[in-house]
């Protein structure tokens, strides 16, 4: 085949793609970290002058930063520890011989195809509601004092949420992977006297092993960002009990008008979510390459 | 496989998963039928029979022009969607045909551009948008759903197009097929459906997408997740209505997504669990 020619078409089908993406990073970033070292408020905008650290300063010293790192890491843990144990278990479970095993799967991934607003909402009112939620009524009907979800436990209720949002993308993810294991492996073990927790401990667990990465690799990408859930339910409180860093440079830019302070956190977000990234990024590597 | 299964055991797991299976399906379940009660029924405790009355469903219609916001969701999204795809496919042409040795590091690089965090660019396109008059439009939505989905249709399409055989190329030239009919004939009938998948579930991508759509839209271009949000301000219980607008906004959707099970998990997890 032609080279040099296929080639440079290659590469003139590729630009713009590649030169999107490179805009899209650059020029928004580059703007966050300029916007980091100045004082600009929103509300003073003819007022802008060179900061210095000060914003990385403020941002550091403010108490609400330290819990907002620590509900993001809370919340990014917890969902993925619920979605991936409970998504194994559930896999496991369908992967059963069962009647109306397609009606269970479409029941079971329904929750991933609901929007956060919608999510969150129905949580709240319908669900967590201390006076007309279903839990309420249930408490009720048990004697016991129903829970006000999001003034007692606030950030567990926005992981509930959101857990219950990912487990149906864990669960059909690792259903996926399962139903690719050999069955005459699983047969030959059961031969061998392997027990089931043999078998799922050195049979079915490595092989669900590039699945289980690459779950925590997307959701570790999309939970970081969790916004929507926050905004519609808590509102980051009571306090900041349930803010993330994500709502927190939200509240200091658009509700702060502080466009310096929120660039820092901003800065500071990149830079968590690089770590992050490089962790996971090695991590999946080496399992993906296999 | 020959494995036998016994009838009573079939029984029992069918059970156990039927019960999680609903158990997890229930709040969607519990808002469907929440949504054919009246605003009264729906606060007067745990029931999942409704009077089976529709007027949620035109009030939500007739107070706050439900079909506004539903059809920005739809240009929105189809829109971003046929947008990446127009620049996607020709990427990911070429990195599927003529891969380079550095083909694997821009598909990592592209993916890597997921992992910046929207809110730390907040400020900046915030202002970018203020200051193009872009801040409430559905034009400037579309390019912002585009460039946030553009590095998962391109790595979707990729895995697509790899699985398409060169041989077949060359043994379609050989037969002297002409550059054109090769095109029509032989390579677009193999990439149809992988460029159908990849657009379903970019389509449910950006529907659902919470962030941007809330944050730069007010009312103009407020596609249903702006909509929906707006309901959370606590001006008196409306579950009935909400739960109305609610099932309008994820139903279309819902069903996209369960014709789409197959295609979900390869496209998110870039080819990597099939």
């Known amino acids: ?290 | 496989m020959a494995r036998r299964v016994s009838t009573q055991s079939r029984i029992a797991w069918t059970i156990a998963a039927w019960a999680v299976a609903l158990l997890i399906f229930f709040p969607i379940l519990y808002t469907v039928l929440t949504s054919f009660k009246t605003e009264a029924e729906a606060i007067a405790g745990i029931s999942l029979i409704p009077s089976g009355t529709f007027e949620n469903y035109v009030e939500v219609q007739s107070q706050r022009d439900y079909f506004k916001p539903f059809m920005n969701s739809v240009v929105i999204s189809v829109g971003s969607t046929l947008l990446a795809l127009l620049v996607a496919i020709p990427a990911a042409w070429s990195m599927a045909f003529s891969p380079t040795r550095r083909t694997k590091d821009i598909l990592m690089w592209m993916l890597s551009t997921k992992m910046m965090p929207a809110v730390a660019v907040l400020v900046p396109i915030y202002l970018i948008f203020r200051d193009g008059g872009l801040l409430d439009t559905r034009i400037g939505l579309t390019v912002m759903l585009t460039l946030i989905n553009l590095p998962i249709v391109v790595w979707m399409l990729y895995t697509y197009f790899r699985e398409i055989p060169g041989e077949i190329l060359e043994a379609a030239r050989m037969d002297g097929a002409s550059l054109v009919s090769e095109i029509l004939y032989v390579l677009t009938p193999m990439a149809v459906p992988g460029i159908a998948s990849t657009m379903l579930l970019n389509i449910i991508l950006a529907w659902n997408e919470s962030f941007w759509t809330i944050r730069l839209t007010t009312t103009n271009a407020a596609p249903l997740t702006a909509f929906i949000a707006s309901f959370s301000s606590p001006q008196g219980l409306f579950w009935a209505k909400l739960s109305a607008a609610s099932t309008l906004a994820i139903a279309p959707i819902l069903i996209m997504g369960w014709f789409s099970q197959r295609q979900l998990v390869r496209g998110l997890t870039f080819g990597a669990v099939k």
Do not use: C
Not at chain 1, 58 to 82: E, K, M
Not at chain 1, 193 to 200: I, N
């Open chain 1, 1 to 290: 085949m032609a080279t040099r020619q296929t080639r440079t078409l290659a590469r003139f089908m590729m630009a713009p793609s590649v030169l999107l993406l490179l805009v899209w990073m650059i020029v928004p970033l580059a703007m966050t970290l300029w916007f980091s070292f100045q004082n600009y408020n929103l509300l003073n905008p003819a007022n802008v002058s060179f900061a210095g650290l000060f914003n990385y300063k403020y941002f550091y010293t403010d108490p609400a930063f330290f819990q907002s790192i620590a509900n993001t890491l809370i919340l990014v843990g917890g969902v993925l520890v619920i979605t991936v144990v409970g998504g194994i278990l559930l896999a496991l479970l369908l992967d059963q011989p069962i009647f109306g095993q397609g009606i269970v799967r479409i029941l079971v991934i329904s929750p991933f195809f609901v929007m956060p607003p919608v999510a969150a909402l129905v949580w709240k009112n319908m669900i967590m509601h201390p006076g007309y939620g279903v839990l309420a009524d249930i408490a009720r009907f048990f004697g016991a004092t129903p829970v006000d979800w999001f003034a007692q436990h606030p950030l567990l209720s926005i992981v509930i949420i959101v857990a219950w949002q990912w487990l149906p993308f864990a669960t059909l993810i690792l259903l996926t992977a399962l139903q690719s294991l050999d069955g005459e492996q699983k047969e030959a073990a059961e031969m061998d006297g392997a027990g089931f927790l043999d078998r799922f401990r050195y049979l079915t667990l490595p092989h669900l092993a590039r699945a289980i990465t690459v779950v925590i690799l997307i959701q570790t990408i999309f939970l970081l960002g969790v916004y929507a859930e926050i905004l519609v339910t808590t509102n980051g409180g009571p306090g900041y009990a349930s803010t993330n860093l994500a709502f927190l440079i939200y509240r200091t830019a658009l509700l702060g008008y502080d466009v310096g302070g929120a660039s820092a956190g901003g800065v500071i977000a990149v830079i968590l979510a690089n770590v992050v990234a490089i962790f996971l990024m090695r991590a999946v590597g080496r399992n993906l390459d296999r």
